[in-house]
């Protein structure tokens, strides 16, 4: 099995920062892309950044410019830092790692549990 363990969420106001990290243990033989999305209640997640093992990153429009992703391979952890946050900026934020399992020697798609980032005066 692979375990995600999501910190760093929490209460900012408008304008603050935060850093989210994401660390993966467990079966895994290798790491393809780990990434960051978001939900809102009734809304469908949605892919806030990822960065891949190349080091090639994407974010999401909303975001350009305000968050940075990043990782450590030697630690399987990936970081998201968030500047300049905005009140629409609030949802859960999830972590994800895709790879490729030891144990089941298959595909590896795996989610943390969520952390609640909150933007509020």
């Known amino acids: 099995q692979v375990q995600l363990v999501e910190s760093g969420g929490g209460l900012v106001q408008p304008g603050g920062s935060l850093r989210l990290s994401c660390a993966a243990s467990?079966?895994?033989?290798?790491?393809?892309?780990m990434g960051w999305y978001r939900q809102t209640p009734g809304k469908q997640r949605e892919m806030v950044a990822v960065?891949?093992?190349?080091?090639?990153?994407n974010y999401a429009d909303s975001v350009k410019g305000r968050f940075t992703i990043s990782r450590s391979n030697a630690k399987d952890t990936v970081y998201l830092q968030m500047n300049s946050l905005k009140p629409e900026d609030t949802a859960v934020y999830y972590c994800?790692?895709?790879?490729?399992?030891?144990?089941?020697?298959?595909?590896?798609?795996?989610w943390g549990q969520g952390t609640l980032v909150t933007v509020s005066s």
């Open positions: 467990g079966s895994i033989f290798s790491i393809n892309a």
């Open positions: 960065i891949t093992s190349g080091v090639s990153t």
């Open positions: 994800n790692v895709r790879g490729r399992d030891l144990l089941l020697n298959g595909p590896l798609d795996a």
